[in-house]
């Protein structure tokens, strides 16, 4: 095994640490997979995710059983945590996206490092999503009644909801992501199956790798499908949100109806996903040691990423305000009242402080590059976008223009278990994916050493 | 390095990968035709029943009319099932000593209805009505097929809202002038006919969610 460079040779402003060698980067990552002895860590972590997600099982028995009257759902507060963490997650997803597609056609080679946990991040992101609206349907073995096929009614889908845009903008996305995660890997199950010193391990990612020799021809239709994917992909990160935010902005309550709802929501997927790859890939990288792919710069630009979309969404909630005052119409200022000074303040302020007041510190240098700090802020980003969500549904919903049917609203204990348990479930499927699968894309980190860009002598250096 | 996959596999991915394509549609085809299938609407069921009454016989041999037995079926949503009595008016003169027919007589002295096996099902949460169809020119063998070919009732249509649709979506291909209504045999010989009857009868069949849903 060739050996590995020390850490402190890297520099700023370097996406991979110098002295590595193709056999280094492939031993480095193909180790976390092919190791015989699973790290105690990855059981701890594995485990509670676990419990969690049976968590989940037992509280969709119980929803099952007993209907959505479990849930704290009622008359003014029709969606309440179902769709909050929808939004939640669904949001979440999107970072993966972007990093994979857009990074990609941008050639930004920093991308390399994080986009194949991101796109797994994604994935599991929207797995835990497609279960709330599922659920919230209350008999969710009709769930094929949202499709468009030759039923024996005769009915079709009702094309002007857009909650039937939802239905299709969430599949088309996880079928892209799913493709797109698939078929970057298969390069890389080669490489595991070549190495895997099992007849198990041979057949399992043999099968993945579905043939795959290296060969010229291998490359070429492979680099095609993918830049096709990255294409087909790229207006999926703006299409799928501008979606979720139809099924507000299309309804006339007030504090939903609001045309700045897309790009706001947009910006704010972007940054709660930027938010959670960086929860996930600073643990990561100091549980697998990792420092040398996934460097501080990596973290910085994450950082920066952060602090630009937390900046267009202040920018949104500003406009929110602005427009209620200056519409002059008497329920969206009533709406913006009861957001500042009605029951659920302390949820406005505390997704003010979470989102736009934190993310400040992110101008600072030193800030960015203390992996901890992020860390933390990136807790609190994600809190921040909940919160988000909490008060545009929770607080639009319990006051509209009647006041006789004012009401409050709550989650109960089932209520919070659903979102602990779709927790549960994210963290046990990142748990499987880091221990059975390539957690960074080997193939592509073998790309940015030097010696990946070989130059005949006629050609001209770069 | 050995080869891991045998040569064949080369072949068997090719054809699991594009066969699955064949065999999902092939899956939902099968979905498609079981769920219009007999098996599940009991169109074409015969049902036992606690007495072997014949609309073959009756109509098509008897020539009674349709409305001898179900009264209300131009004035009400229920076509209406006859009440003992009707088959008495007849069955005091004839027949009344047969076998057959000793759970009638029982019915009638006892005053217990005979216990008849419902055939045409709709769900509870399906509003319907006899008396307008009737009355806006639709049959009845349109809906309930040649019941006077019928030693033992069954069901003709599926029943399905599909099928109800069907009708709603295009009255002019079923409509019948209201002289014919009753008729099991009639047969349109005017081309244009559905087309003024539906001007005609002033037809304007609903379509809404709540017309039948309410």
């Known amino acids: ?462 | 390095m050995p080869q891991i996959f045998h040569r064949a596999f080369n072949t068997l991915s090719l054809v699991s990968i594009y066969g699955s394509v064949f065999l999902l549609a092939g899956l939902g085809l099968a979905a498609a035709l079981y769920a219009r299938s007999g098996y599940v609407t009991n169109a074409g069921l015969a049902r036992e029943q606690p007495i072997p009454f014949s609309h073959q016989h009756h109509v098509n041999e008897l020539g009674i009319d349709c409305r001898y037995c179900h009264t209300s079926v131009e004035t009400a949503g229920f076509a209406g099932i006859p009440p003992t009595k009707t088959c008495m008016n007849c069955h005091t003169q004839i027949w009344q000593g047969s076998e057959m027919l000793a759970a009638v007589r029982e019915s009638y002295r006892t005053d217990e209805s005979i216990p008849w096996q419902r055939i045409h099902k709709l769900g509870d949460y399906c509003y319907f009505n006899h008396s307008i169809h009737v009355a806006k020119g639709i049959g009845c063998v349109t809906c309930h097929g040649r019941v006077d070919q019928m030693p033992l009732i069954w069901q003709e249509k599926s029943l399905l809202m599909e099928w109800c649709l069907d009708c709603h979506r295009q009255p002019e291909k079923y409509v019948r002038p209201r002289d014919q209504i009753f008729n099991m045999t009639y047969e349109r010989r005017d081309p244009d006919e559905g087309k003024r009857l539906v001007e005609e009868y002033q037809i304007k069949s609903k379509m809404s969610c709540n017309a039948c849903h309410r």
């Open chain 1, 1 to 462: 095994m060739a050996q590995a460079p020390s850490q402190s040779e890297l520099q700023e402003g370097q996406i991979i640490a110098p002295g590595h060698s193709f056999g280094t980067i492939t031993d480095k990552i193909g180790s976390i997979v092919q190791a015989r002895r699973t790290p105690k860590r990855w059981w701890t972590g594995f485990l509670i995710g676990f419990t969690l997600m049976m968590l989940l099982f037992l509280t969709i028995g119980n929803l099952l059983a007993r209907g959505i009257g479990i849930w704290g759902n009622n008359a003014p507060v029709g969606w309440g945590f179902d769709i909050v963490n929808f939004v939640w997650w669904i949001g979440i997803g999107h970072a993966g996206t972007l990093i994979s597609a857009i990074l990609l056609l941008l050639r930004q080679r920093w991308r390399t490092s994080i986009n194949r946990f991101a796109e797994a991040m994604t994935l599991f992101a929207v797995a835990c999503a497609g279960l709330y609206p599922l659920f919230h349907m209350g008999r969710p073995w009709f769930f094929y009644w949202l499709l468009p096929y030759p039923n024996t009614m005769e009915l079709w889908p009702q094309w002007r909801s857009p909650l039937i845009w939802d239905v299709f903008a969430v599949t088309t996305y996880a079928t892209v992501s799913l493709l797109f995660w698939f078929i970057g890997l298969i390069p890389d199950m080669a490489t595991l199956r070549d190495r895997s010193k099992w007849w198990i391990g041979r057949v399992f990612y043999g099968i993945l790798a579905m043939g795959w020799r290296g060969s010229a021809v291998h490359w070429h239709r492979y680099e095609t499908a993918y830049l096709l994917l990255a294409g087909l992909a790229t207006p999926l990160v703006v299409s799928v949100h501008t979606v979720v935010s139809f099924d507000f902005a299309v309804s006339i309550v007030p504090g939903w109806h609001v045309t700045i709802f897309p790009p706001y929501f947009v910006a704010g997927a972007i940054y709660s996903g930027f938010a959670m790859v960086l929860t996930l890939a600073i643990p990561l990288r100091k549980m697998y040691k990792l420092e040398d792919f996934i460097t501080d710069t990596h973290l910085d630009y994450m950082a920066r990423i952060m602090l630009t979309t937390g900046l267009m969404v202040a920018y949104g909630y500003g406009i929110e305000l602005f427009m209620a005052w200056y519409s002059g119409n008497v329920y969206e200022k009533g709406l913006i009242a009861n957001r500042l000074i009605g029951p659920y303040r302390w949820f406005f302020y505390a997704l003010i402080a979470c989102n736009v007041v934190a993310p400040q510190l992110l101008w600072f240098k030193k800030v960015r590059y203390s992996p901890w700090t992020l860390f933390v802020l990136s807790l609190i980003v994600n809190l921040g976008m909940w919160l988000e969500r909490y008060v545009i549904i929770v607080v639009s919903l319990h006051r509209d223009y009647l006041p006789s049917s004012w009401g409050m609203y709550s989650g109960t204990g089932w209520d919070w278990s659903m979102y602990l348990g779709t927790i549960g479930l994210f963290f046990a499927c990142l748990f499987l994916f880091i221990r059975f699968l390539p957690v960074i894309s080997i193939f592509e980190m073998r790309t940015l050493l030097p010696e990946a860009h070989v130059h005949t002598e006629k050609e001209a250096k770069p």
